[in-house]
């Protein structure tokens, strides 16, 4: 079966780091990009970046440099998203996304 | 950046009636290769986005035939032709072809009467 798996919800503290993954099935892992996109509570989607999962070479949007970080497994077929210094503004949803493939989404709520 | 400004932003139906979405880009998204690379999205409450149409007027597969897309450029438009009471959720339009990013619109909430 063709799908994005996702790990579950992550409660962190402010200033913590958390790591997401997203794990691939059912296709070619390496043949396509791995998009990350990120939701806050009741807002759209916005474009976090995306990895070349046959190079590993990351690119991040504007929004996103710095305490974001693209990374790769590929003997396990996963992607990964790690953000450190958590801020309260980084509390969201974030999906990992190929072409019309989506995961299921991630739900990171940063609370002390 | 492309920038994509839908309208409305939200759109109470009537079940049985049709409903139309806009999405207008700043920039064309007509590629050198012919395509057009704009897609519609789907997302339902607690769900990730599901595909409905990509470049421009293609159905992605299971998605019914009430779903239509139109446009060409930078004007394009997303018709239902008979609103049903599944496809209530929030509709994106999103660009593929200035890249990166994707880009997204706002999103148009459609919800029934």
């Known amino acids: 079966q063709v799908q994005l798996v996702q790990s579950g919800s992550d409660l962190r503290e402010p200033g913590a780091s958390v790591k997401l993954s997203c794990k691939a099935s059912?296709?070619?892992?390496?043949?396509?990009?791995m998009n990350w996109v990120r939701q806050a509570p009741g807002q759209g989607l916005e474009w976090m970046g995306w990895?070349?999962?046959?190079?590993?070479?990351?690119s991040y949007g504007q929004a996103f440099t710095g305490r974001f970080v693209f990374s790769l497994d590929t003997s396990v077929n996963t992607a990964y998203l790690e953000i450190s210094s958590l801020k309260t503004e980084d509390i969201a949803v974030y999906y990992c996304?190929?072409?019309?493939?989506w995961g299921q989404g991630t739900l990171v709520t940063v609370s002390s | 950046d492309i920038v994509l400004t839908q309208t409305p932003l939200s759109l109470s139906v009537t079940p049985g009636q049709p409903a139309s979405i806009s999405c207008k880009s700043s920039?064309?998204?007509?590629?050198?290769?012919?395509?057009?690379?704009l897609y519609w999205y789907l997302q339902k409450p607690g769900q990730s986005p599901q595909l409905l149409i990509y470049?421009?007027?293609s159905r992605f597969s299971g998605v019914p035939d009430r779903f239509s897309g139109s446009g060409s450029e930078t004007d394009f438009t997303l018709k239902i032709s008979r609103v049903e009471a599944e496809d209530v959720g929030v509709y994106y339009c999103?660009?593929?072809?200035?890249?990166?990013?994707?880009?997204f619109g706002q999103g148009t909430k459609v919800e029934i009467k």
């Open positions: 996304a190929t072409g019309p493939l």
């Open positions: 059912g296709y070619t892992f390496t043949k396509y990009p």
């Open positions: 990895i070349n999962t046959d190079t590993g070479n990351p």
């Open positions: 920039e064309s998204l007509l590629h050198t290769n012919g395509k057009t690379y």
């Open positions: 470049d421009v007027s």
């Open positions: 999103m660009q593929g072809i200035h890249l990166p990013p994707w880009t």
